[in-house]
């Protein structure tokens, strides 16, 4: 479901927009929010992401020698995830992206609709994320 008003898609977003996501601003384009769902007691590291409508991250890998890549689980409002080289696939409350280790990708709201999704970086050997180039506008007013 598409959510154009903050207030109702709040109400929405079940596990909380958290705080601006200042640390990573340099890798989005627009404002995002992070509310970490998980602390220090295991490897998984959980959170849940909030993108304003047409706020997305650059383009990015999670490396990693073995395991590792990341998992998304979107929970409230619409957005886009896109693999180098492939189509953007529209996302929908309930849809799950498993991203291999080593994909380049993207992902974040879509234009009209404010997005929320659980980032789960999955645990492997030598991982490190990659930041690179934003997604270009004329790219992404094309969806």
């Known amino acids: 479901m598409k959510y154009a008003d903050e207030k109702e898609f709040d109400k929405a977003n079940v596990f909380g927009k ?22 220090k007691k295991t490897d998984m590291h959980l959170s849940n992401v909030t993108f304003e409508p047409g706020c997305r991250n650059n383009w990015h890998i999670h490396h990693a020698k073995r395991g590792g890549g990341q998992i998304l689980i979107c929970t409230a409002g ?56 934003p997604l270009s506008d004329e790219d992404y007013e094309r969806l």
């Open 78 to 133: 619409e957005g886009w995830y896109q693999e180098a080289g492939k189509p953007a696939v529209s996302l929908t409350e309930g849809t799950v992206i498993e991203i291999p280790a080593n994909v380049k990708h993207w992902h974040g709201a879509k234009a009209d609709s404010w997005f929320s999704h659980i980032a789960m970086e999955v645990p492997g050997e030598e991982t490190e994320n990659e930041w690179l180039e």
């Open 18 to 39: 958290g705080e601006p996501n200042s640390a990573y601003a340099r890798f989005f384009r627009g404002n995002s929010y992070l509310n970490p769902l998980t602390g």
